[in-house]
């Protein structure tokens, strides 16, 4: 069974720094794009980033643009995202997915459980 596993996750204060891992299993995801979004109580989930699947091409929310990267290493089956200067509004749960097409919408094909992301201010 394919699976996607987020880990990173945590409490971290204003100005500081988290890397998120989003580790695939049961199946390979080389060919796939990966996407990061996040999501708090009562809002929709809401993009962050996404990479091809060569990690030639990438794209950012306005709101994380300057801020976050989002890398990938297909030979680990693990995608990342690097979040600087992080701001309270950054405070969600955050979800990495996959899908064979490179996109921004909330339609990704596989999705894992989520990591809490909490920034204190």
């Known amino acids: 069974q394919v699976q996607l596993a987020e880990s990173g996750g945590g409490l971290v204060q204003a100005g500081g720094s988290l890397r998120l891992s989003c580790a695939a299993s049961?199946?390979?995801?080389?060919?796939?794009?990966k996407g990061w979004f996040r999501q708090t109580p009562g809002k929709e989930r809401e993009f962050v980033a996404v990479i091809s699947w060569s990690g030639g091409s990438t794209y950012y929310a306005d709101s994380v643009k300057g801020r976050f990267t989002i890398s990938r290493d297909n030979a680990k089956n693990t995608a990342y995202l690097q979040m600087n200067s992080l701001k309270p509004e950054d405070t969600a749960v955050y979800y990495c997915?996959?899908?064979?097409?490179?996109?921004?919408?909330?339609?990704?094909?596989?999705w894992g459980q989520g990591t809490q992301v909490t920034v204190s201010s």
């Open positions: 997915a996959a899908d064979p097409s490179y996109r921004t919408s909330t339609t990704f094909r596989y």
């Open positions: 049961g199946g390979t995801f080389r060919n796939y794009a």
